[in-house]
């Protein structure tokens, strides 16, 4: 059985969060094959469960407005998603930190506009799969 993945973006720029097994998860990124990060984090399914709700919760809001979601609310989280409305879609800025919240270990970088329509599937799948 796959585990669970979200893959964000498209074949130049993008994100992938996947459980490798029990809390150890991937985190895995690409920006034109100029800037890439590829590590482990240990994420319960609790924590990842609550991420995608809380995006999911500002997908489904009729504003549409900017937000921002992070992994986990603490001193080691290892990626939060800044979204930003474009039309009906959201841009994203994303800050990865492989090594908790330091300043000088980070990667940022903006994925082009998702459509919102496609960005519930993609969060409500993982969602499936998480909660099985």
Do not use: Y
């Amino acid at each position: 059985m796959e585990e669970p993945r979200i893959r964000l973006g498209n074949d130049e720029v993008w994100l992938e969060l996947a459980r490798t097994r029990g809390d150890s998860w991937r985190i895995t990124a690409d920006w034109s094959s100029c800037l890439t990060a590829d590590f482990t984090a240990d994420l319960s399914a609790a924590e990842v469960v609550d991420f995608v709700a809380r995006v999911l919760s500002h997908l489904r809001a009729p504003a549409g407005g900017r937000f921002s979601a992070a992994v986990t609310p603490g001193r080691n989280n290892p990626l939060t998603l800044k979204a930003e409305p474009v039309g009906d879609a959201f841009a994203f800025f994303v800050r990865l930190t492989p090594n908790g919240d330091d300043d000088v270990c980070h990667l940022q970088f903006e994925i082009n506009p998702i459509a919102t329509s496609e960005l519930r599937e993609t969060f409500r799948a993982l969602q499936a799969a998480l909660v099985v």
